[in-house]
Nanobody, 111 residues
Framework: QVQLVESGGGLVQPGGSLRLSCAAS????????MTWYRQAPGKGRELVAF?????RYADSVKGRFTISRDNVKNTVYLQMNDLRPEDSAVYFC???????WGQGTQVTVSS
């Protein structure tokens, strides 16, 4: 059974940092590309970052966010620095090979 469990969200002030984690199980994690998406209220789901052989980022987060993975721990991370109010959203991880979503973790950037 595929499981993706996100954690690390919360409330942070503008300019702050958070690190999201997504722990995966039930599929061959090391060979699957992994992605982070986000969805703000009233908006569609937006691709934030992708990691396969290389990493790719949405223009809105380039230079601020870093995606990484640990194939021993079967976990993908999203380090988010210099957070802005417009980064507030529910963040989801998605396993490309299994086409499975996590349940999401809320990130709120506010003073």
């Amino acid at each position: 059974q595929v499981q993706l469990v996100e954690s690390g969200g919360g409330l942070v002030q503008p300019g702050g940092s958070l690190r999201l984690s997504c722990a995966a199980s039930g599929f061959t994690f090391s060979t699957s590309a992994m992605t982070w998406y986000r969805q703000a209220p009233g908006k569609g789901r937006e691709l934030v970052a992708f990691i396969g052989g290389i990493a790719r980022y949405a223009d809105s987060v380039k230079g601020r966010f870093t995606i990484s993975r640990d194939n021993v721990k079967n976990t993908v991370y999203l380090q988010m620095n210099d957070l802005r109010p417009e980064d507030s959203a529910v963040y989801f991880c998605y396993a490309v090979s299994s086409r499975y979503w996590g349940q999401g973790t809320q990130v709120t950037v506010s003073s």
